[in-house]
């Protein structure tokens, strides 16, 4: 590894699978064609409740310790997952502690919550991190908005999550309906009723129209899915949740992606 630059990469990863750890996950391997990578996972994994918390803070120690270990190399650098809500509190933390140890730090934006609603804590990570951040946004017009919202031009660069999804699409055979898919977390807030309506409606218009779900859902979202699956028969099918070729088949068989997402 020598004549690497080392990149701490700190953020959560798989398991549990979320857009946010998958495209940290994805990053880091590509990151790891040209760097020598140290990642280092602060999500909560499986563990829910008090565990969950700790298992956070026990990890974000750690990573606090793996920059402080690092801090002698001559070329490091910390590639950083932001948080959202009150994890804001571990991004400020592992800021502070890379800003005293000198690292340049990359910030990769994944929530619009403090963007929409000003954080007095991502203000302190801007104070803290101060010329030594540099920003990852999903698009433009997050960048914009956050400049907005905290009153600062930051130095950022745009990288689409579509970076790091390769569907394969086939030519699709002109005497098939139209397919439509959602393939997410399927709940209300990611437009799980909406997809399901639009399905409705498509098929009372008499459009030659099919619908796939894919994704894992909680107890009652997979009540309501079960319920429009029966309803529709044989015009709606659900994939339960996808991975590797199970998810390249979704978007082969897939014509129009649908994702009428509400969350915030």
């Known amino acids: ?51 969950k918390h700790a298992r956070r803070l026990g990890r974000v120690v750690g990573a606090m310790g793996a920059l402080v270990a690092g801090a002698g190399r001559r070329d490091r650098a910390l590639y950083l997952g932001c948080e959202g809500k009150w994890g804001l509190l ?105 997809f399901i309506d639009l399905l409705k409606g498509a098929i009372a218009a008499g459009l030659d129209v099919e619908g796939i779900l894919a994704g894992p859902a909680s107890p009652a979202d997979r009540a309501a899915i079960a319920e429009a699956v029966r309803g529709l028969a044989p015009r709606l099918t659900y994939l339960g949740p996808v991975e590797g070729e199970a998810k390249a088949a979704f978007f082969r068989a897939t014509d129009v992606f649908v994702f009428p997402s509400r969350y915030a």
């Open 1 to 51: 590894m020598e004549g690497r630059r080392l990149v701490i990469a700190v953020g959560q990863f798989p398991p549990p699978r979320t857009g946010f750890s998958t495209v940290t996950a994805r990053l880091v391997a590509r990151l790891a064609r040209a760097h020598a990578v140290h990642p280092i996972d602060i999500g909560p994994g499986t563990a829910t409740g008090v565990a």
């Open 90 to 194: 571990y991004t400020l933390a592992l800021v502070a502690v890379a800003r005293l140890c000198r690292y340049p730090i990359t910030l990769h934006h994944h929530s619009f919550t403090y963007i929409d609603r000003r954080s007095a804590l991502m203000a302190g990570i801007l104070s803290v991190g101060g010329g030594r951040l540099r920003h990852v946004f999903l698009c433009r017009g997050m960048a914009a908005r956050f400049e907005a919202q905290y009153r600062r031009a930051v130095f950022g660069t745009i990288l689409s999550n579509a970076a790091f999804v390769e569907p394969a699409r086939e030519d699709r055979p002109g005497d098939r309906p139209l397919t439509i898919g959602l393939l997410s977390n399927l709940t209300r807030e990611k437009g799980l009723d909406t």
